[in-house]
């Protein structure tokens, strides 16, 4: 039997391999990206202010 929580995608900043069911998101226009924990996202969005100004 295959749990959905056991599924497990790459954090989008750091490549880690996190459970889906506990990774933090953040939805684009059309997409949505994962992140292991705060700081990556944080990190993430840093970079997406930086690469607007
Ligand atoms: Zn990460």
Do not use: S
């Not at 490549?15 to 953040?26: C, D, M, S, Y």
């Not at 226009?29 to 607007?52: A, G, P, S, T």
Request: net charge positive; charged share 40%.
């Amino acid at each position: 039997m295959k749990k959905k929580e056991e599924e497990k995608i790459a954090c989008h900043v750091c490549r880690k391999l996190i459970p889906k069911a506990t990774a933090l998101h953040a939805e684009g226009q059309e997409y949505v990206l994962h992140f292991c924990n705060i700081e990556c996202l944080d990190h993430w969005k840093k970079q997406q202010k930086r690469e607007e100004a």
